[in-house]
């Protein structure tokens, strides 16, 4: 390993700041996938989760929003435990998450599936939803076509904006890059770039590691649920060990 990547996967305590994960067990069932993990991410951090298929990536951020079997260790955001929250306590706390498969409602339409996204407020704040329409356009001209209807990159902009409109402190993603065709993969990186910008912590698990590792504050490199590497992105796409073992080179 060279002297740039680190295999110390947790910050030290007085820099975890908003989301700490410490020595995480958890799977499905009786099926445990991720064994003592550590992660943390600051706010206003961009951080991805990059490794092999199978690696446990996108449970570690199932396991963040309560939808595996907990088993032991310590999820807290800012400062608070979740663990043992349900999905919808834990929008309650200030967490969006956009799964990979099934993120958008298709037989409703664009509006609607933007006021879904805040069902859990008594009314619709018009000033998110005119955010989301200014980040995404393309989701105000087509607010009455149904979510099925859309192309692939535009229901991910809208499985986004769907999750954008609580204004959430933490926005997790799973592949938002996964089905997209190759001319919209940058676009998709420039937009949640820019949402990162805008002050949103973002928590991104991503197959396209170097770009994602490019772009993001900080990554992690998980393998066989356990955490391998973490440090900076471009310490990470640096280090000839990580490039060889899980970068192809």
Partial sequence: MSEHASREASLPDDEAGLLAVRDLDAGYGDLQVLSGVDLDVRDGEYVTIVGPNGAGKSTVMKSVFGLTTYMGGEIRFRDEPIHELAPEQIIHEGIGY????????AGLSVRENLEMGAYILDELPQDRLRDV???????EERESQTAGSLSGGQQQMLAMGRALMLDPGLLMLDEPSAGLAPDLVDEMFDRI???NDDGTSVLMVEQNA???????DRGYVLANGQNSYMD????????EEVRQEFLGG
């Fill in 193 to 195: 770039d820019r949402i």
């Fill in 98 to 105: 956009v799964p990979q498969n099934e993120n958008v409602f």
């Fill in 232 to 239: 900076d992105g471009d310490a990470l796409l640096d280090d």
């Fill in 210 to 216: 170097k770009e994602a590792l490019r772009r993001c």
């Fill in 133 to 139: 329409y200014d980040r995404f356009p393309i989701l």
